[in-house]
DNA sequence: ACCGGGATGTTCT
DNA sequence: GAACATCCCGGTG
């Protein structure tokens, strides 16, 4: 098994709709919590009506505005921390909301966080509950994904992301879901995914494709 | 399994 | 004052 690696900022420095795809099984790392990414949200400055940067910058989204490789985190809801990977390329406001994850490793820190979730498979299902399992809050807007050692990293440690991903339209927003913006990805049958829309949860097989 | 609604507060019009 | 990249609980079938 090769050594996990921190992915660099060139695989940040990519429109959001690249990015997203390869982010499946990577893994997000905070202290001792780590879990493999398997559904993801692009996000696109200007074309994008539902990304928080389509009407240019705010205090809150400026982070999307920085460096490619950064961390985004904004408050949602009143309630959920929700976390993004900003991409670029180069300064274009583009990011990759991180949606759910397998747990791997810390599983007492983040059943401690997740008091509610009965179930492990439920500890990092969905970008608020994600963002309490890894403790995120607004200290960790604009932390750099790409150093080493940093207080959060993303890692490759060697599984590649799916051949034939999952893709649907995003999910709770009013603008920009029409079939032009195909733009959730996730694994394909994994539990950890969000359900969504109508009917069974565990659609497996050759194919794989557009929805679950 | 599916749906409806309440919680909760920041952000932007 | 409305909208919001959500989650959880309780009702119903």
Known sequence: MPAATVLPRSFYDRDALAVAPELLNKVLVAGEVRARLVEVEAYRGADDPGAHSFRGRTPRNATMFGAPGSLYVYFSYGMHWCANAVCG???????VLLR???PLAGLDVMR?????????????????????AFGFDRSFDGVDLTRPRGRVRIVDDGTPPPARPGVSTRVGLAAGKGDAFLYRFFVAGDPHVRRSGSGGA??????????Q
């Open 89 to 95: 390329p180069g300064d274009t406001p583009h990011a």
């Open 100 to 102: 759910a994850a397998i």
């Open 112 to 132: 401690e966080r997740r008091a509610k979730a009965r179930r492990e498979v439920d500890y990092a299902r969905g970008p608020g509950s994600l963002g309490q």
């Open 202 to 211: 565990d659609r497996r097989g050759g194919g794989a494709r557009s929805d």
